[in-house]
């Protein structure tokens, strides 16, 4: 098997590992419910955030949208940690150490599962800020673009790459 | 010539406090070859040097005949590891575990897994965290089992066993060797066992190898 068939086929071990514990543990539930929560907090924000950012309560927006990248942090957490027998939140990479997948692999397998999740949720983010710019007669201008890439999708993954670049 | 197994050479690396140094052996196939020593000599590290990617060293290690170093992830396929270092998720049940890791391992004999489960009579339903730690060093045989290793890496696995279950345990460890295509390498402090029980031994303190030879030759030594 070559490299690239070896890649391929680590993905998918890992993609069926994974949903398979999900179905089993709890902590699956927890953090869907959390990352749901804060990601939608997101992508309500992100338009009234830029209306507001530069007046008096644009601060309290700020607070909504670290609230909404914290979803997606939690989506990204959600891969690293299990479950111990007393219900407590453990790391997962002890579980995994002696089986035959690498670190490098289930790195990689957790940042694509978080482009693609963030991806969508810029998507939806960008979406609503044009059509609520536009119901408003504001108009469109390139920080109706601008803003939700960084706040919806680089600033999170950018963050989410380094919860998974120094996990174990 | 044998095929060896596992081979040391030139092995040191430092891990925390403790060091290996200049680790020079090899093992042969269908052979037991046990690791003596006190604790804190390094016999536990030297595992970890074959079973985690993470470890640096100099030298070489090599499980038939490869570098772990060119394919760590792959060779782990050829190593079965019962420690009571490894990981399984303490709330499933050993059907459940084996669900999730099956999947890792080029080949997994499911059905071998049950049979040799059911022969050992430990449960196949009951919560990991409930088995006894003689079940649960049961399960871990009855998973290395299943996805046929060339090497059984046992670390200290002998502790605390009663000695009804001492004898089952090395009738199942020659069982795998006895074909010629396994070998086995056990840590453990007991001496009698050890001098008895394999074929070859090593003598660890300190992180280096003192002696190294057939168990036959320490006996006649001591």
Redesign the interface.
């Known amino acids: 098997m070559d490299k690239k068939e070896c890649a391929k086929k680590d993905m998918k071990v890992l993609d069926d590992f994974y949903k398979e514990y999900f179905s089993k543990s709890r902590i699956q539930q927890g953090y869907w419910v959390t990352t749901g929560l804060f990601t939608f907090f997101l992508v309500f924000s992100s338009w009234f955030h830029y209306q507001t950012f530069w007046e008096e309560d644009g601060k309290v927006f700020i607070i909504i949208l670290v609230m909404g990248m914290y979803g997606t942090v939690s989506y990204v957490l959600a891969y690293q940690h299990a479950f111990d027998k007393k219900g407590t939140i453990v790391k997962i990479a002890p579980y995994l150490r002696y089986l035959p997948i690498s670190v490098k692999a289930r790195k990689k397998y957790q940042f694509r599962k978080l482009l693609k999740f963030q991806w969508k949720v810029y998507a939806v983010a960008q979406v609503g800020q044009i059509l609520f710019s536009l119901l408003d007669g504001q108009g469109l201008n390139w920080g109706n673009f601008v803003y939700p890439f960084l706040a919806a999708f680089l600033v999170p993954v950018a963050l989410s790459a380094l919860s998974i670049a120094w996990s174990k | 010539m044998e095929e060896m197994i596992l081979e040391f050479t030139n092995v040191t690396g430092s891990k925390g406090k403790f060091r290996l140094q200049d680790l020079n052996f090899g093992l042969p196939a269908g052979y037991m070859m046990g690791l003596m020593g006190a604790n804190g000599a390094g016999k536990s590290t030297l595992m970890s040097y074959i079973?985690?990617?993470?470890a640096k060293y100099t030298g070489s290690i090599k499980i038939c005949g490869q570098d772990i170093r060119e394919n760590?992830?792959?060779?782990?396929?050829y190593i079965g590891?019962v420690s009571e270092d490894?990981?399984?998720?303490?709330?499933?049940s050993p059907m459940?575990n084996v669900?999730?890791?099956a999947?890792?391992?080029?080949t997994f004999d499911k059905e071998l897994f049950q049979e040799t489960m059911k022969e050992m009579g430990v449960s196949l339903s009951t919560?990991?965290?409930k088995l006894s730690r003689g079940e649960k060093l049961k399960f871990q045989m009855a998973f290395a089992m299943a996805h046929h290793p060339k090497l059984y890496l046992l670390d200290e696995v002998t502790v605390g066993m009663d000695p009804v279950f001492r004898l089952d345990f090395f009738k199942i460890l020659h069982k795998v060797i006895e074909t010629g295509e396994a070998s086995v390498l056990m840590t453990s402090h007991i001496e009698s066992e050890m001098k008895q029980r394999t074929d070859f031994l090593g003598i660890m303190d300190e992180g280096k190898l003192t002696w190294f030879g057939e168990s036959l030759d320490y006996r006649q030594e001591a």
């Open positions: 079973m985690r990617e993470d760590h992830a792959y060779l782990r396929n590891f490894n990981g399984f998720f303490e709330s499933l459940d669900n999730l890791m999947k890792f391992y080029e919560m990991y965290y």
